[in-house]
């Protein structure tokens, strides 16, 4: 009985180590699964952008030997959209990099600047284009999404027409249209997020200086000369998309 007893145990133990084995054997290996990719912001990227600006025209106006002069403010708000291009560089959880971009503006706005006995100046500001060059530094507030500081330089052509009226109806000859290219600086930030395959989305704004001009404004028929000194400065925002190439 006892050997019997001893016998069946052995064979049970013996089946079951051979069923474990067929078993391991059968059922597939499962690893640990792999880690996600970590983005990396370092790379050159390309991106398109649509957004809304609102800026001022400030112009102290003259008329030479008529003792008139006029200080005049209006604004100059529209649709802009562009593209932009740049280059990343990652250290750590800080991200520097260059951007420059070019903008479509849809920007202008008008006023009448009263003379005398019943003559005024109309004038019409408009923003054409505009770009900018500029440095960015930021930090990551999580490896996919970028907080930054931008500076640099900001240019863009303004087209100023100023028509002179006499009771509200212009004057033969008294139109003077002049279309300048203007430099000056920018500053802004904003936050940049990946979500993969290389692209990111963004949101971003600038304020914009383009400088003080002087503008001499010749009525060719009336024969009168008026002189303008004319700052333009704008306040930008914008969502823009980017790909990086390399994806991650």
């Known amino acids: 009985m006892k050997k019997l007893f001893l016998a069946t145990t052995a064979f049970v133990v013996l089946g079951a180590a051979s069923a474990g084995a067929a078993d391991m054997t059968a059922r597939p290996a499962y690893g640990a699964p ?15 952008n649509v957004g809304y600006s609102w800026g001022q025209s400030k112009n102290d106006g003259a008329l030479p030997g ?5 200080n005049e403010t209006q604004n100059m708000n529209g649709v802009i959209g562009g593209g932009q291009t740049g280059y990343n560089y990652q250290f750590g959880s800080w991200v520097w990099g260059f951007e420059s971009d ?4 849809g920007q202008k706005g008008s006023s009448i600047i009263p ?12 923003l054409e284009w ?3 060059s500029r440095s960015r530094l930021g ?11 931008t500076g640099g330089v900001a240019y863009g052509q303004i087209k100023d ?8 109806f212009p004057v ?3 139109v003077a249209t002049l279309k300048d290219v203007r430099a000056g600086w920018t500053l802004g930030g904003g936050m940049e997020g990946a979500f993969g395959g290389g692209w990111s989305a963004k949101v971003e704004y600038l304020y914009i200086d383009l400088g003080k001009l002087e503008q001499t404004v010749t009525f060719p028929l009336a024969g009168v000369n008026a002189t303008f000194n004319s700052r333009v400065t704008d306040n930008i925002v914008r969502v823009g998309l980017n790909y990086k190439w390399g994806g991650y």
């Not at 008529?66 to 006029?70: L, Y």
Request: aromatic fraction near 16%.
């Open 130 to 132: 505009f770009g900018t």
């Open 139 to 149: 930090f990551l507030a999580t490896p996919n999404l970028l907080l930054y500081g």
């Open 66 to 70: 008529f003792g008139f002069t006029t």
């Open 115 to 126: 003379v005398f006995l019943g003559t005024a100046i109309n004038t019409d500001h408009k």
């Open 102 to 105: 070019l903008q479509a503006s």
């Open 172 to 174: 033969a000859g008294a």
């Open 34 to 48: 792999s880690p996600a990719p970590v983005y990396t912001w370092t790379g050159m990227y390309l991106g398109a």
């Open 161 to 168: 027409t100023y028509t002179a009226t006499a009771v509200g």
